[in-house]
């Protein structure tokens, strides 16, 4: 399964971004989603995660509340919707999947994953 992350870009803190994930299967709606992201210098980071139907959602806590985390089976295309912008989220954001019913917080369950796309967040 290739995956293609895009959305990504400048925005200011306070602001929203949406960023897509397609896959190219349609086997997609077999696998579990997440996003995780990665800082300079920092190690990558879950963010979020859905399960294969998109009942279940999990977030980190440092995006609980701001970021919702969804998925079109039909299109073969999740989404992470980023509200109320901070410049500490400025990353790379990575979609993955993995095969599983439930997405984990743990980027090693992940099998399949996407090129990134860049968010900056100016104050």
């Known amino acids: 399964v290739q995956l293609q992350a895009s959305g990504g870009g400048l925005v200011q803190a306070g602001g929203s971004l949406r960023l897509s994930c397609a896959a190219s299967?349609?086997?997609?709606?077999?696998?579990?989603m997440g996003w995780f992201r990665q800082a300079p210098g920092k190690e990558r980071e879950f963010v979020a995660a859905?399960?294969?139907?998109?009942?279940?959602?999990v977030f980190a806590d440092s995006v609980k509340g701001r970021f919702t985390i969804s998925r079109d089976n039909a299109k073969n295309t999740g989404y992470l919707q980023m509200n109320s912008l901070k410049p500490e989220d400025t990353a790379v954001y990575y979609c993955?999947?993995?095969?599983?019913?439930?997405?984990?917080?743990?980027?090693?369950?992940?099998?399949?994953w996407g090129q990134g796309t860049l968010v900056t967040v100016s104050s």
């Open positions: 993955a999947l993995q095969q599983d019913l439930y997405g984990s917080s743990w980027s090693g369950e992940y099998d399949y």
């Open positions: 299967r349609r086997t997609f709606s077999r696998y579990a």
């Open positions: 859905i399960s294969w139907s998109g009942a279940s959602r």
